[in-house]
């Protein structure tokens, strides 16, 4: 037989069908460009950790292999160290939730890999699932590799309209969606939070209809103004909760976690076990000298402080330089305000923001069906105020240009 | 509606399709038996870093945070830093590719996350691909869950038995099968080495019958006796080549690679910023500095005498003590030996084994289809001379209570 030459047209052929429907991440696509000097990003939700104390991070990096020896080199479990997952039961203490125990607690690399882990326990292709529109583009992407039907539900100032999706719930019938996706607290990307009424309602729902709650709680404890809000998992053991410690120390240690009921646990260990075998073991251990042995609750504060100014410092630009027809949320925490200008294609204006020196991820990218076009999700939290009041006046500038 | 209560009932009602034809590793299953004082492990594939620099790690590691400061700590591109892709190209070059482009290697959460990839890129349900009989029981569990159709081919002294996969292809014809995976040195669980003439034949059989080749690697360093062979990658840049540090330095390291061509790297990155976004920077930053920056290549080194010893412990006590109609492999690397002993179901002899105070690996855990049942997977990689000696003896025992 005559022997073929590999093509990039003969690979095209070759891969699986989930890859011509898994979406792409607008913010991955934005990261060569954000790393120009030129250029201020909105677009990253790269938390600003340019004040983390060094010399105490590399204390705790190398007494983990020091006072931990051989084992924090080695593999480790499948749903990671008993100590780490402890660890992960205290800081949710301070979200609110006082009563996990460390084994319904499972280690992943970030929660992004939770969420391809839960999208890959439950969705069979073609499955419905909830999640609020516009919703965290990451999620969208993890569950896409598995091919659900999304149905987005739409947001007001208070979270997810919670009776519409009452509505498609009704009209759908018990059992028939495999799971609601929603990040109540300043929701990425829009920075809104859901009520304490709603999330009620919500859980209500949840067992009204059998459908399983993911709650995603990665921007909790960055809250500027205004009370907490208690989490859906601390009256509801069915709620599937994420955690992670990218944003109160490092993403790139890659910790996140997720709490489960024990039949839940049992099947996402099972897909575990195939996608990595284990996580990172001396990141386990640093993540758990970080939040024993070290002031970890100041350098938060530090942080929090640091994010409130750039929130207000990102708001007050926005109401100097954008449009009057523009609108935009105020967020009470987190990293992201979403602004919306009518008549403006945001997707079509970042060539020319770019040229500016500003990047934003553009509103379609937080949607899976088209919707979002004339948004944008602005993120607050990685440039200082002075660039943030900068960026916003050449994206003003860029509206100017895009009319 | 009257409100429903989730039971395990509901909960079991809720998962994907492909969560009941997943496999269970049957070396994690082990793994807490693994862990009691009592028993000796010949199950687990973990490398024995005993004698690992705790000092010269601790450097590195508190260096990697004092040095590479805050991006150390930050998210990371989804292929990872390229001056780690820079470090894997050089640990390539002593496996005999000295010609690999940083920008074809993508970073991953070990090996394993590589081979989850690679069954979502390239498998549909019910698309066949090949591996050798037996093969990595991890290999197997990945790609299930992808719901593929598993053709092992059987293998000899000389590895997987080319012949056999020739007329299959035959029969199958050209284009009809996604990828045929397979270790050519020291496979796990043989610790067969496949032979030179037949990895030309495999490269042959891959451009007549345009099936992609995955050549698994994790042990190609560990050669104690013997001469190297060329990776099937040195002469065919289209075959796809794996390779991690969790055998020459450090498993809870998770640091793993894939070497590709352009057109699958770009499907392996779409899929992977959904499944993880990055990996662990800091962990890219530590192994950047072990390679550079230690004694690396004598503390290896140092390991490869010591799994020498413990190969020639175990062939030697499976000599003395294994029954004489018992047939083993005598591997010239790597971590395992493969035994089998007719007339014995090494899976219900598990438990004779675990009240002797020794555990294995039983051969149907590495075949997709039932095969195996006669045979075992021992490691000689992570216990003492002496204990392998007694392991063996206690083996011998259970197969004498067995019979």
Request: net charge negative.
């Amino acid at each position: 037989m005559e022997a073929l030459t590999y093509t990039p047209e003969m690979w095209s052929g070759m891969f699986a069908d989930r890859m011509s429907t898994m979406r792409k991440s607008a913010v991955r696509d934005l990261f060569e460009a954000a790393a120009r000097p030129d250029i201020i990003s909105l677009s990253g939700g790269m938390p600003e950790i340019s004040s983390m104390p060094l010399d105490v991070v590399a204390r705790v990096a190398s007494d983990s292999v020091l006072k931990e020896g051989v084992a924090a080199l080695q593999y480790g479990t499948t749903p990671g160290r008993i100590e780490c997952r402890r660890v992960a039961c205290d800081i949710m203490v301070g979200d609110g939730l006082s009563d996990i125990d460390p084994e319904n607690v499972m280690l992943t690399s970030g929660a992004q890999q939770a969420l391809d882990l839960l999208g890959r326990v439950f969705i069979n292709p073609g499955d419905v699932i909830f999640c609020e529109g516009p919703t965290y583009l990451g999620a969208l992407q993890a569950f896409s590799a598995y091919q659900p039907e999304f149905h987005c539900i739409e947001m007001d100032g208070d979270g997810m309209r919670v009776d519409l999706l009452e509505e498609e719930l009704r009209k759908l019938g018990r059992g028939k969606a495999k799971f609601v996706y929603c990040i109540p607290n300043f929701q990425n990307p829009t920075g809104v939070t859901l009520s304490d009424e709603r999330r009620h309602r919500l859980v209500e729902l949840s067992h009204e209809y059998g459908l399983p709650i993911i709650e995603d709680n990665p921007y909790g404890r960055l809250r500027y103004t205004g009370d907490p809000i208690a989490p859906m998992r601390s009256y509801d053991p069915n709620v599937i909760y994420l955690g992670t410690v990218s944003k109160i120390f490092a993403p790139g240690m890659r910790i996140g976690w997720i709490v489960m009921p024990p039949e839940v646990f049992a099947k996402v260990n099972h897909a575990k076990q195939g996608g990595d075998l284990c996580g990172s073991t001396i990141n386990q251990v640093m993540v758990e000298h970080y939040f024993h042995d070290t002031e970890w609750e100041s350098v938060l504060a530090t942080l929090v402080k640091k994010y409130a100014e750039r929130r207000d410092a990102m708001l007050t630009a926005l109401e100097d330089f954008f449009p009057k027809e523009a609108t935009f949320t105020r967020p009470d925490g987190g990293f992201f305000i979403w602004a919306t200008i009518p008549g403006i294609d945001t997707k079509k204006m970042l060539d020319v923001a770019l040229a500016h020196g500003v990047t934003f991820v553009p509103g379609v990218g937080c949607y899976p069906d088209g919707r979002g076009g004339e948004s944008m999700r602005i993120a607050f939290c990685y440039e200082s105020p002075e660039n943030l009041r900068e960026a916003i006046r050449r994206l003003a500038d860029a509206i100017q240009e895009q009319r």
